[in-house]
């Protein structure tokens, strides 16, 4: 059940930090959106390449029955993904603040990025812990 709630608490602060970016874009003037816009296009397709080769290297750990092989030395495979993914998100949401810092961007903007940014770790930070919980009792029921 805690699985689920901490499941939900992500998808929610998710969407909700994805509103309040957006209703902060509105807040930028056309040029100034270009110019964002612009300035993000290179991380993001970097950013897209390194979350697909996460999820992959995980996917083929899994073909290759490594994943089994991990969880009897003591590493629980799952927990390691989702701290990656962690990690992964907690590291562009702090590269793009500091990259929209240095720009001349109205305070409101940046105002509305930070809470976006910290709802959506709250919402993934949610998932981890309900997650390590969730695999902490499935280990128990063995």
Same mark, same amino acid.
């Given at each position: 059940?805690?699985?689920?709630?901490?499941?939900?608490? %992500?998808?929610?602060?998710?969407?909700?930090?994805?509103?309040?970016?957006?209703?902060?874009?509105?807040? $930028?003037?056309?040029?100034?959106?270009?110019?964002? %816009?612009?300035?993000?296009?290179?991380?993001? #397709?970097?950013?897209m390449y390194i979350l697909?080769?996460? +999820?992959?290297?995980?996917?083929?750990?899994?073909?290759?029955?490594?994943?089994?092989?991990?969880?009897?030395?003591?590493?629980?495979?799952?927990?390691?993904?989702?701290? $990656?993914?962690?990690?992964?998100?907690?590291?562009?949401?702090?590269?793009? #603040?500091?990259?929209?810092?240095?720009?001349?961007?109205?305070?409101?903007?940046?105002?509305? +990025?930070?809470?976006?940014?910290?709802?959506?770790?709250?919402?993934?930070?949610?998932?981890?812990?309900?997650? #390590?919980?969730? %695999?902490?009792?499935?280990?128990?029921?063995?």
């Amino acid at each position: 059940m805690i699985f689920y709630a901490g499941l939900g608490v %992500m998808i929610l602060t998710t969407l909700l930090g994805r509103t309040v970016k957006e209703r902060g874009m509105k807040t $930028l003037s056309h040029e100034q959106l270009g110019f964002v %816009m612009a300035s993000f296009s290179k991380m993001r #397709i970097v950013g897209m390449y390194i979350l697909f080769c996460i +999820v992959g290297v995980y996917l083929v750990l899994g073909y290759l029955k490594w994943l089994d092989y991990l969880a009897e030395v003591g590493i629980n495979p799952t927990v390691c993904y989702f701290v $990656l993914i962690m990690l992964y998100i907690v590291t562009s949401q702090g590269l793009s #603040i500091a990259k929209l810092r240095k720009m001349d961007l109205p305070a409101e903007y940046l105002r509305s +990025v930070y809470i976006g940014a910290g709802l959506q770790l709250l919402g993934i930070s949610a998932l981890l812990i309900a997650t #390590i919980n969730f %695999m902490g009792h499935s280990m128990e029921l063995r």
